[in-house]
């Protein structure tokens, strides 16, 4: 998008949205089965960390279905409800499932230590180490594949996809080394500490995990706020600055905001009332000039350059 706000007569590539859709879609059927498993596993060998991880591939599973449909209204591009597109649904949709993850975690360690205050649990430690591992691979495997896959998509959907697919793993692998630990306790004189391995395991677990809900609202929330992200805002003020030199306006303005994967930037040139120096032909040529100092625009952004003689006082002077 660029020139006076009006949608680009240039389309979303349809492709690479397939692409992401049928990425997201893979990856909540394989989310999905990790969670059957995961929770049946652990409901079968006791482990109230097992039954944990499984709730969390469940949640994971409707993210990723959500997320999947998010492309797909996404991949339609502006329409006449939505004039600017659906990028939205992107910071809306990580702020949920980050605070779904956040009271999740906080029941979990609820009852971890309500488990940890009654004696701990008995558990199998076979069937745990059993789940522990295949979700271990299966975790590590499909963050590699949507890894590979999603080079060149530029899909923030995509990035927490894989990092849940990552961070899942990571989790798991520390599930089975704990258990295996566990299970080498057994007939030895350290074999009380047994029943404690699960709630301690549970909670060292939460404990590791409750950044990642965390840092997720936070960045979604400064997006749905529609906070300046200051990189982007140097960058527009610095390119702004220069064409100012270089045209003889007086000033800029100029206002930023990145939603999801989209970029919303809009740049007022200051120029005297009675200056009639240009041609609609050069001052195109100067929008142009502004897409090409931004390194070139993309289907994501939403450009417009105008030229007033009207300043708006609360930015007239950037910081």
């Known amino acids: ?56 591939e469940a949640i994971d599973t409707c993210m990723a279905v959500l997320a999947w449909h998010a ?15 659906y990028w939205h649904l992107e910071p809306i949709l990580s702020l949920v499932s980050s605070m779904v993850r956040l009271f999740v975690c906080a029941y979990g360690l609820l009852g971890g230590v309500s488990s940890l205050i009654n ?13 522990a591992a295949i979700s271990s691979c299966v975790s590590l495997a ?18 927490a996809d894989a990092r849940g697919w990552l961070f899942g793993g990571l989790m798991s692998v520390g599930l089975c080394t704990s258990f295996l630990l566990a299970w080498a306790l057994e007939g030895t004189g350290a074999a009380w500490m047994m029943p404690y391995i699960d709630p301690v ?15 997720a609202i936070y960045r979604a929330g400064r997006n749905i706020l529609q906070v300046a992200p200051r990189d982007l805002d140097q960058q527009v003020r610095n390119l702004a600055n220069k064409l100012v030199t270089r045209h003889g306006f007086l000033d800029h303005q100029s206002y930023v905001a990145r ?31 502004v897409a090409a100092e931004m390194g070139g625009l993309r289907t994501t ?19």
Request: glycine residues 10%; charged residues 20%.
């Open 201 to 215: 395991v549970l909670i060292l677990l939460i404990g590791a995990m409750l950044p990642y809900p965390i840092c």
């Open 1 to 56: 998008m660029w020139g006076d706000g009006h949608p680009s007569p240039v389309p979303i590539d349809a492709d690479l949205h397939k692409t992401e859709q049928k990425l997201l879609l893979r990856s909540a059927c394989a989310t999905a089965v990790l969670a059957i498993l995961g929770v049946f596993l652990g409901l079968m060998s006791g482990a109230q960390s097992l039954v944990f991880d499984g709730m969390f």
């Open 301 to 319: 952004d939403w450009l417009t350059v105008y030229f007033t003689a009207v300043r708006r006082p609360s930015l007239a002077n950037p910081r």
């Open 259 to 289: 939603i999801g994967r989209a970029r919303f930037v809009e740049i007022g040139f200051i120029t005297r009332s009675e200056h009639a120096g240009f041609t609609v032909a050069e001052l195109d040529k100067i929008r142009g000039e």
């Open 119 to 131: 004696g701990g649990r008995i558990i199998h430690y076979d069937l745990a180490i059993t789940s």
């Open 71 to 85: 492309s797909r209204l996404i991949g339609r591009g502006a329409d006449c409800r939505f004039q600017f597109g």
């Open 142 to 159: 499909a963050f590699l594949y949507v890894q590979r896959h999603r080079c060149g998509l530029e899909s923030s959907l995509l990035e």
